[in-house]
């Protein structure tokens, strides 16, 4: 069955530096997004992509934070100056036709920020 | 704007044993109602969904779901628990975005553990 996967598994960076979160949706899904988890915390949407755009951004995607899929494959989380609170566990899913098809999710990437 | 309860944080039973996870929801219109599952290491797996129609949805891995409006409840069933069923269980109820996206909301999930 294809799945979603996404590089590195966990990922350690020190404050201040630009950390990249990579992604590999179903090759033939239309719609991609990026939650977070902030550990003991709920799963929060954080932007979803389609048509090469941004569709939709929640309050935390702010503009230290941008997504690329640079080729017809890979779909990336950019942070570009991490901070603290930016520790987290970042899932990124993928789903068909948009709307209400099933959202597909990756394993996730821990995030530590030092 | 929409939110989602599940107001056990842990949830222990013993193998062979009945099991219900409770979630309540908030939301304007009909929900969309969603549970998925997390093993440890592994990515969020949808176990079922409601859209409308019968209120009770039959999910994979023998869950089950029962959409209650009069109570704003989902809660997840299953009648048997296996070993293998240990995992987190998140409850997601699902609404249009104003960008036109379809995005669910989270609760905080349920640790199951199973007891030989």
């Known amino acids: 069955e294809p799945e979603v996967t996404q590089t590195p598994s966990h990922q350690v960076t020190q404050m201040g530096q630009e950390v990249i979160l990579r992604c590999v949706p179903i090759s033939n899904h239309l719609y991609f997004y990026w939650y977070r988890q902030i550990l003991g915390q709920k799963v929060e949407f954080l932007v979803s992509f389609y048509n090469n755009e941004i569709s939709e951004k929640s309050e935390i995607f702010d503009d230290q934070f941008s997504v690329e899929r640079p080729d017809g494959s890979n779909f990336t989380l950019k942070i570009r100056s991490t901070k603290l609170e930016d520790s987290a566990m970042y899932f990124c899913a993928s789903s068909g036709r948009g709307s209400t098809d099933t959202q597909y999710f990756g394993p996730g990437t821990r995030l530590t920020v030092l | 704007a929409q939110s989602v309860t599940q107001p056990d944080i842990h949830i222990t039973v013993s193998e062979g044993a009945s099991l219900e996870l409770r979630c309540n929801y908030s939301?304007?219109?009909?929900?969309?109602l969603f549970w998925y599952v997390q093993s440890p290491g592994q990515g969020l797996q949808l176990l079922l969904k409601y859209f409308s129609g019968d209120t009770l949805v039959q999910g994979i891995k023998g869950f089950e779901a029962e959409f209650k409006r009069s109570q704003s409840s989902f809660n997840l069933r299953k009648p048997s628990v296996h070993w293998s069923d240990a995992a987190e269980y998140f409850c997601?109820?699902?609404?249009?975005?104003?960008?036109?996206?379809?995005?669910?909301?989270f609760g905080r999930g349920t640790s199951l553990i199973v007891h030989p």
């Open positions: 939301y304007g219109a009909t929900p969309y």
């Open positions: 997601a109820v699902g609404g249009w975005a104003s960008g036109g996206s379809y995005i669910p909301t």
